[in-house]
């Protein structure tokens, strides 16, 4: 039982390339989550899906596009990167029952 | 909309000493409360909950915390901190009504002085 998984650790982009960050859970959770982490500013929503074949935008959804693939993965995609989305990325999961989320190791991405 | 306050950027604690960590919280109706805990370089794990009942709740590492519904509050205490306890805690909220999303803080910096 792995919890959240998340793909890649670290990336660097130059500005304008795209690149997707991967998430997959193993708990069978209905709800999955993008944030991202900045110093000072806590975390802040991305995008969240409440159940596969659904999504809505978060606090900061734009240069971001999400896809529920099926119920385990929820990808993150950048298709023009800028030095502003440089930030630490977390995906989270939650059940319909256990209200907590749990989340992924994080990728950090740095965007020059 | 749900909002978390915390209000201190850095909690500095001696070794052996109580630890508070603290939380103000806007939401309507009835509350679900959380903290995080999360370590450099990692994810953040959750640590404990309130969504009904006894208002002093246990998690783990032997942290708990309080709800006090007419302070709108809920902060986290632990009795006798450790120096494996500095990280970034993190207080979050959401509504009762169906809504899973969390209205998280700005976190606290706790560093345990040895």
């Known amino acids: 039982n792995a919890g959240v998984t998340q793909t890649p650790k670290f990336q660097v982009l130059k500005t304008g390339q795209s690149m997707t960050l991967q998430c997959a859970q193993d708990?069978?959770?209905?709800?999955m989550y993008w944030y991202r982490q900045d110093p000072g500013m806590g975390l802040r929503l991305i995008y969240y899906?409440?159940?596969?074949?659904?999504?809505d935008k978060g606090e900061v959804p734009n240069g971001y596009n999400v896809s529920r693939l099926n119920k385990r993965e929820f990808s993150l995609r950048l298709e023009s990167a800028a030095p502003s989305q440089t930030s630490v990325y977390f995906c989270a999961s939650t059940g319909d029952t256990t209200y907590e989320q749990y989340f992924g190791p994080g990728t950090r991405l740095t965007v020059t | 909309a749900q909002s978390v306050a915390q209000p201190e950027d850095q909690v500095n604690v001696a070794e052996g000493n109580p630890l508070t960590v603290k939380c103000t919280y806007s939401v309507s109706g009835n509350p679900y409360l959380f903290w995080y805990v999360q370590y450099p370089n990692r994810g953040l794990q959750f640590l404990l909950k309130?969504?009904?009942?006894?208002?002093l709740v246990k998690g783990s590492y032997g942290f708990e915390a309080e709800f006090n519904k007419s302070q709108t509050s809920f902060h986290l205490k632990k009795p006798s901190a450790l120096v494996s306890d500095s990280a970034l805690y993190f207080c979050a909220v959401r509504d009762h009504y169906g809504n899973n999303r969390l209205a998280f803080g700005k976190g606290n910096q706790v560093v345990v002085i040895p």
């Open positions: 309130y969504i009904t009942g006894d208002n």
């Open positions: 899906s409440a159940s596969e074949g659904t999504t």
């Open positions: 708990m069978n959770h209905n709800s």
